[in-house]
């Protein structure tokens, strides 16, 4: 596969057209329509990717709890000793007098690290957990 621009026609509702200009303006001078079809697709195809079993991908999971909460940081610490293999690194901040956000870092098998994350997430005492993944992929 070459990396040379190949051009297409779309099609579109003039509200939709409409309504992408602006998204196009949003991001700046430096982005054009074709830049943010590119970004677009290149978004769409990491999804792909990390929604396909068997890929390895990064995740980003951030977490926000109680450090109060009962036994909740042993818990999260053995989750995070027993998975070792998939936690790559993990920040750890005191947001107030209570409560603390961690951003742990995991790289693995797509289903493997959705499960560490939902196993964290679902730790009774953490309040709020969100996974982000991500890939290199060869497309981009
Ligand atoms: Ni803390």
């Known amino acids: ?17 409409v309504r992408f200009d602006h998204l196009v303006a949003r991001r700046g001078l430096a982005k ?41 940081q042993e818990k999260l610490h053995h989750i995070q000793h027993a998975y070792l293999e998939l936690i790559v690194s993990s920040m750890h901040v005191h947001i107030d007098e209570s409560n603390c956000l961690e951003v742990i ?8 690290v959705q499960d560490v994350a939902n196993l964290i997430i679902g730790t009774k005492g953490v309040k709020t957990g969100r996974l982000v993944m991500t890939t290199t992929g060869s497309f981009i």
């Open 32 to 72: 054009n329509r074709s830049e943010v079809i590119r970004d677009l697709v290149r978004e769409a195809l990491v999804e792909d990717e990390c929604a396909t079993p068997g890929r390895i991908v990064m995740g980003t999971l951030t977490i926000v709890y109680n450090h109060h909460a009962n036994d909740l």
């Open 105 to 112: 870092i995991l790289k693995g098998e797509t289903g493997l």
């Open 1 to 17: 596969m070459s990396n040379d621009l190949m051009r297409f026609s779309v099609a579109m509702p003039e509200d939709l057209l």
